[in-house]
């Protein structure tokens, strides 16, 4: 009798040991949980954009979708720079008495002759965005430090779609209007300026201020919180409070969820919904993916 008590004793000990290991595990801090992308390695990304709007009574739908090759090139132990390079662009505006498409993956929709709608002058900025590469520079907290080489992708657009030379300055102005330094920065920053750079738990919490200035000129603050550490997996919930700070009146807030790769910073999966109120609605549903290339 005495020895199955202490059989039973020793098994339960061990029992308890193996729980409180397996325990401390899920909760134990991760490795520095920073931007970690691996010199050498590519990465596709995907965003996808849906919005919303609706002001005097006219509503407005907007899908984007945008995907990326993102291949490390150079790494001097602070500062990443990724190639980037535009595998399709494709967008979709619904208003009230016309629909304008346009996507980098549809045929070329002008076979002769020059470009005479906004829909064939979309299509073909898109298009010749295709394969086209720029340059990203970004911090071990995931800042976009410095975007180069869209000056490059803008003289190729100009001088590769049809349309009257008098029109091309308009054309440039157009794109660059779209595809500048700060707004890649702003486009990049929901995905990459999440990290802390330090070990994280759960529970843990942080904020990043993020400023807008042409993209979306509004403030935001944004609280990340670890809700659970799977393996080689952090959990973050982000909650964001915005407010415009030019052209419309509006506030609002953003509620987000994220799967982050602890090992490299990459996020695999990111799901966002975004609500602003004001001078109009505004209703903004968006996802990014991330898969490491094999």
């Known amino acids: ?9 020793m098994t339960s000990l061990f029992l308890l040991i193996l729980w409180s290991g397996c325990s401390e595990n899920k909760n134990a801090a991760t490795a520095n949980f920073q931007f970690n992308l691996q010199k050498g390695k590519a990465y596709d990304y995907v965003m996808d954009f849906d919005m919303k709007q609706e002001m005097s009574g006219q509503n407005v739908n907007t899908n984007m979708k945008s995907d990326y090759v993102m291949e490390v090139i150079e790494d001097d132990g602070n500062i990443k720079t990724l190639k980037t390079t535009y595998k399709r662009f494709a967008m979709n505006i619904a208003m009230a008495d016309k629909i304008i498409k346009a996507d980098s993956d549809a045929p070329d929709t002008v076979a002769s002759g020059e470009i005479s709608d906004p829909s064939q002058l979309m299509a073909a900025m898109f ?66 300026n999440i990290f802390p750079n330090k070990p994280v738990k759960v529970g843990d919490s942080w904020e990043k201020k993020l400023s807008g200035t042409s993209l979306m000129p509004m403030d935001m603050t944004t609280t990340y919180t670890v809700k659970s550490i799977q393996g080689n997996f952090v959990m973050l919930d982000a909650k964001s409070d915005m407010k415009f700070t030019s052209g419309a009146n509006l506030t609002g807030e953003q509620i987000g969820k994220m799967k982050v790769n602890a090992k490299t910073g990459l996020v695999e999966t990111a799901v966002y919904e975004q609500k602003m109120d004001g001078q109009m609605k505004m209703t903004t549903k968006a996802t990014v993916t991330g898969k490491e290339r094999s």
């Open 1 to 9: 009798m005495k020895q199955t008590r202490t059989v039973f004793l």
């Open 127 to 192: 298009g010749a965005l295709k394969g086209k590469s720029f340059l990203i520079k970004v911090d071990k907290e995931g800042k976009v430090t410095e975007v180069s080489g869209l000056q490059q992708i803008a003289d190729a657009m100009v001088g590769s779609i049809k349309v009257k030379e008098e029109m091309k300055p308009m054309v440039r102005q157009a794109f660059t209007q779209q595809f500048n330094e700060e707004n890649i920065k702003e486009l990049f920053s929901q995905s990459f």
